[in-house]
């Protein structure tokens, strides 16, 4: 059962997702928070799998609850195009993934089992976007350890900022399951990155990836 914290200032919204969520068999809602500083507090005491988490909310927003929740807690960051830099640093943040409030119940329902399974969630159409605008920009995180990259990491490194899931990365690079999971550990650690959405910001910061690459197939 994968357990699910709302974080949303909208009580609407947050009933909408609570009927959908807990209308699957296999997740269910533990807790909903009006802010920020509610959602820090029941991510502590409820301990959910993943927290949805908009972005603006009043007494402490979704990127700074995000950066006290992110960790052993997934946080999946609901969010508009409106909101591009503060998805970007919600990533920063340790944010396992974003995604569009506007999108189908269906897809809501799949992002939250992605992200409860350790990988990664980014849209391809948000995320070229996003790093469009905000790449150039003075680095708020140095990620250390790029020079000590096996070309075979830096390969995975690239493919993970395509976007791969695991599986994925297994078929491309014809290498059991287990050994994909061995590079992105390494990876993890040579870089010293939270998760992999801190792997997709690596990449596109050593200039591996770019905003105009990422359009097209791995």
């Keep these: 059962m994968i357990r699910v914290l709302i974080a949303d ?14 209308s699957e068999d296999d997740l269910t809602v533990v807790g909903e928070a009006g802010d920020g500083r509610e959602a820090v507090a029941l991510a502590r005491t409820e301990a959910p799998d993943v927290v949805l988490m908009d972005v603006r909310m009043p007494e402490m927003d979704g990127i700074t609850a995000t950066g006290q929740i992110a960790g052993g807690t997934r946080v ?14 919600a990533l920063r943040a340790g944010a396992s993934g974003f995604m569009l409030k506007d999108a189908p119940p269906d897809d809501l329902l799949k992002a939250i089992r992605v992200v409860a399974s350790g990988e990664t969630l980014l849209a391809p159409t948000v ?29 995975v490194l690239t493919l993970v900022a395509h976007g791969l899931s695991n599986a994925e990365l297994s078929a491309q690079l014809k290498v059991s399951p287990g050994t994909v999971k061995t590079h992105i550990g390494r990876l993890l650690a040579k870089l010293n990155a939270r998760d992999r959405a801190q792997l997709v910001i690596a990449a596109y910061e050593a200039g591996l990836v770019t905003p105009r690459s990422a359009n097209r197939p791995p």
């Design 9 to 22: 200032d909208q009580a609407l919204l947050r009933g909408s997702f609570r009927l959908l969520i807990d």
């Design 127 to 155: 995320t070229t976007r996003l790093i469009a605008e905000f790449v150039q920009r003075p680095l708020q995180q140095a990620f250390r350890g790029l020079d000590t990259l096996t070309d075979r990491e830096r390969e």
């Design 76 to 89: 999946l960051i609901l969010t508009t195009f409106d909101l591009d830099e503060y998805v970007y640093a």
